[in-house]
C-alpha cells in the first residue's frame, strides 16, 4: 500500500512558498498558451499526438466532433487544481494531468475547456456529458463506479487533519470530540469523519477555500480531507496552518469517465503505465516542494 506521507517542516513549507509563488508568476510549470506543449524545466515533457488511435470510444468520438476537449477541474487547490484569480492561469498536478491527456488524444492547450466543478457535483456532470472526463482530487470509490468509470489510479493519498498552527489539541481524528470539524459536500472524508468518528459537529461547504477561510475566522476547529489537498494550503500560510497528525484512509485519485467507456479508460491507463517519466516530473514540479512523499501507483485493469 503506497500513500503520500507530508513533511511536516517550516523549511519546507518555505521552499513550497516560494514554489507556489513562483508557479503564480508563471514559471514553465504553467503548461498554458503555446503549443500545446508541458515543459518541465527546458524540455517539452510531452508533444501533442498527431496520429490517434482510439477506436469505439463515445468520449473520444465526440471531441473530434466538438474538435476540443471539455475537462472538469478543481480551482481552489493549490498545486494540485487551481485558477490564478488574476490572470485566469490554471496551475497544478491534476490540471497538467488533463493537459497530457488532451494531448495524447490530439489537443493542444488552445483547444481545451476548463470547467470548475467542485466534489458534489461530479458524478452528474459526467453522466451528462458536460464535460469529457474530469481530474481533480477525484477518489475511486464503489459507490461512484455505479454511475461512471475511472482511469487509475493516478495517485493515492490519504485523509488527514488541517488545524491552526498554534492548536495542539487536535492530533488525529479522536481528538475531534467536541470541535467542529469543516469538509466538502459529496466528499469521501466527510462521509468518514461521520460515519467512523465522533466530532462534536461536521459542517459542510463546496470547497476546502471555503473550510480555510472558516478555520481562519475560527468558526471550525479543523478540517478534513485528504493530505494532499491540505498541504496545498499549508505551504502558502505555514505560520497559520497546519497539518496534525497522521493520515487515516486511503484515496485513490482516477480520472473520472463516462461509463462503459472501456476504449478511453484503456488508453488512458496505458498513458500512465508507459508515462513515468512525466508522472515523475509532473510530481516534483506541483506536489514535492509542499513536501508531500509519493511514488506512482499501478493503474487498475
Ligand atoms: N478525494 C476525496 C473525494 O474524492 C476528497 C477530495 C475532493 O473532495 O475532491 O471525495
Redesign the pocket.
Known sequence: MRKSRILTGLGLAAVAMITLAGCNSGSPSAGSGGGGEQTGGDEALWEVATEVDLEGSPTYDRMVERDGVIVGV?NDQPGLGYEDAASGERTGFDVDIARWIAASLGFDEDQIDYVTIP?ANREQAIVNGDIDYYV????ITDARKQQIDFAGPYFITGQGLLVAADDDSINGPDDLEGKIVCS?T????LQRIRDEYNPGDAVEYDT?SQCVEQLKAGSVDAIT??EA?LAGYVALEPDVLKIAGEPFSE?R?GVGLEKGDRAMKDYINALFTDGGDVWTALFEQHLAPAGIEAEQPDVEQ
Not at 481533480?136 to 477518489?139: A, E, I, L, N, V
Open positions: 478543481k466534489s481533480g482530487t477525484y477518489s466538502v459529496g466528499s469521501t472524508p476546502y480531507t485528504d489537498i484515496e485519485y
